[in-house]
């Protein structure tokens, strides 16, 4: 029988409301040691909480039968009032009594995943919605968490074990009933999984970006109004401006939330030669840095064009302190007056809404390799097809190769290293 495990679900410090999460065997029969009685599954009701003649907490108190829960297991929870006091009694009240203990880190979603109630993929969103700070990252976070992911690799899986059967059966019953070529059935289902998967891969890398964020990068000369453009989109003196060139020397980050869109623009050192040791030292982490942007915005004071090593596609030029041209046209920004800052907003979101539509449900490194390696047995399948009847045998091992890469994607099979790594960036609560 396993522990039974409480914790505060709410964050820490003062609050109108704090919720206190059970689960396990004992978690009905500690609210009723506190309160007297338990409320109907799934009905929440008036409470008080005592120990002996100390009252608590007046609470609501709300229970789930297990199988009926998040965890699978018994699960209780008391609302309470959200002080630190009154949490801390309850806290102490179930630490002493037997059987109970406080959770660990994402042990909650742990018990969720080995009793089937969400599978590693759901997991992983959910983390992620709890992490999301933007409508496009809450979006996508709830599509994962609501299956997404998981349909289409349950998808492909019924593809790939349904090509696999009909190799094995052509091999081991050709006395039965099977059809006398099954190639043309095989290739069609192995195009189709391999078409999905290139799609699932190839919308992973925009996916990865909307969940950990996008980066634009603030390009430019020494003494071009980079850090006070970057000032004007934060709303704040997030760095320091001067008329002095060469003032940044370092990146300056700034987390921002354009139209649903989780970016971070950066502030980098003016790009010139320098004899200046420390400003070489900025100007190359400003080249890296430039490079490794989703998107740069080049700032000139004249008409140059700009650098064509770190000009991508959709890189966006503007005429530099658009203040002092006497008609600020539609090229032009100033930092200092903010004129053209609200067009140069939309033209980034523009860009970086393009993209996302081309996300995949795969949202993490972890898919794309599973998903990979998948193609990679999908590759010597189809290449032992070929062989005919002779690579039957072959192709459909590496079939059960290709299956068993999107087993681990759902965490089916063999993901027990990952869990610790994932289930510690959650909340104790959770």
């Given at each position: 029988m396993s522990d039974t495990i409480f914790a505060e679900a709410t964050a820490l410090g003062k609050a109108g409301v704090a919720v206190v999460r059970l689960s396990g065997p004992q978690a009905h029969s500690a609210v009723r040691a506190l309160a007297g009685d338990v409320p109907p599954a799934r009905q929440a009701a008036l409470r008080v909480l005592r120990i002996g003649d100390d009252v608590l907490d007046e609470a609501l108190a709300l229970v789930f039968d297990a199988g009926a829960s998040f965890t699978g297991e018994a699960v209780a929870e008391l609302h309470l009032h959200g002080s630190r006091a009154v949490v801390a009694s309850i806290l102490a009240a179930l630490a002493a009594m037997p059987g109970l203990r406080p959770a660990q880190a994402g042990e909650f979603a742990r018990r969720a995943l080995e009793n089937g109630r969400l599978d590693l993929t759901e997991i992983e969103a959910l983390g992620d919605l709890i992490e999301a700070e933007t409508e496009v990252q809450r979006r996508q976070a709830q599509a994962v968490k609501s299956g997404a992911l998981r349909d289409a690799a349950e998808g492909l899986r019924a593809d790939l074990v349904r090509a696999a059967a009909l190799l094995e059966a052509s091999i081991d019953f050709a006395d039965e009933e099977v059809p006398e070529d099954v190639v043309p059935e095989v290739t069609e289902l192995l195009e189709r999984a391999v078409a999905a998967i290139e799609r699932l891969v190839a919308g992973s890398f925009t996916a990865e970006r909307i969940r950990d964020g996008f980066e634009v990068a603030i390009v430019g000369a020494p003494n071009v109004g980079k850090s006070t453009l970057l000032n004007r989109l934060a709303g704040r003196d997030a760095a320091i401006t001067s008329d002095v060139a060469g003032t940044t020397r370092d990146v300056i980050e700034v987390r921002m939330d354009l139209l649903g869109l989780p970016v971070t623009i950066l502030d980098t050192a003016g790009i010139r030669e320098s004899d200046d040791v420390v400003e070489k030292l900025g100007v190359a982490r400003a080249r890296e840095r430039a490079l490794a942007a989703d998107l740069r915005v080049f700032l000139a004071e004249r008409a140059e064009a700009p650098e064509t090593g770190l000009m991508g596609p959709d890189d966006i030029v503007l005429r530099a302190k658009g203040d002092l041209v006497e008609s600020v046209a539609k090229d032009a920004v100033s930092g200092l007056t903010?004129?053209?800052?609200?067009?140069?907003?939309?033209?980034?979101?523009?860009?970086?809404?393009?993209?996302?539509?081309?996300?995949?449900?795969?949202?993490?490194?972890?898919?794309?390799?599973?998903?990979?390696?998948?193609?990679?047995?999908?590759d010597a399948a189809r290449t032992q097809l070929a062989f005919g009847p002779e690579g039957f045998d072959l192709a459909a091992a590496e079939l059960r190769m290709a299956t068993a890469a999107i087993d681990q994607l759902i965490g089916r099979v063999d993901v027990e290293s990952l869990l610790d790594e994932i289930f510690s960036s959650f909340c104790i609560g959770k």
């Open positions: 903010g004129a053209g800052v609200d067009r140069l907003i939309e033209r980034i979101v523009d860009v970086l809404s393009t993209r996302a539509q081309g996300a995949s449900v795969a949202t993490r490194d972890r898919h794309r390799v599973a998903f990979q390696a998948s193609l990679t047995y999908l």
